[in-house]
């Protein structure tokens, strides 16, 4: 079984990977780009028996040592 | 409009904090992991007139300057 775990910075936490790229992007003269957020995808291959037991153990993972949860938020896709 | 992209290692490209993240996921005795890759996210907000529009445009920066194409793969998804 598959996990794609998503983590963003929260809104309103300062982006500097974002802002960067944004930077970078108008540098290039890419237009029409208002908003730039980086985040990080952590793909997991897990041998659970469904996926009811893979969100729970995957949801501790995150809330436990995968995310920063004062500054980021996360969301799991069992696949 | 909002563009997500998901850049990832190719596969066989050595992957340190996928394998950082799984030698930590071990020693906090979580089980079956079988294997674990570490990818970017970068959410883009576009004002760009439609979806195709935003698609070619992304497209464009991912291969230009978001990706690194010789190790890294990526998915464009505009929501």
């Given at each position: 079984?598959?996990?794609?775990?998503?983590?963003?910075?929260?809104?309103?936490?300062?982006?500097?990977?974002?802002?960067?790229?944004?930077?970078a992007?108008?540098?290039m003269?890419?237009?029409?780009?208002?908003?730039?957020?980086?985040?990080?995808?952590?793909?997991?291959?897990?041998?659970s028996?469904?996926?009811?037991?893979?969100?729970?153990?995957?949801?501790?993972?995150a809330?436990?040592?995968l995310a920063?949860?004062?500054?980021?938020?996360?969301?799991?896709?069992?696949?």
């Open positions: 079984m598959k996990a794609i775990v998503n983590i963003y910075l929260k809104e309103g936490v300062l982006d500097p990977q974002g802002k960067a790229i944004h930077h992007l108008d540098a003269n890419f237009q029409g780009v208002k908003d730039v957020r980086m985040g990080k995808q952590i793909i997991l291959q897990l041998d028996e469904s996926k009811e037991a893979a969100l729970a153990e995957v949801t501790k993972m809330e436990d040592i920063n949860t004062v500054i980021e938020d996360y969301s799991i896709e069992i696949v």
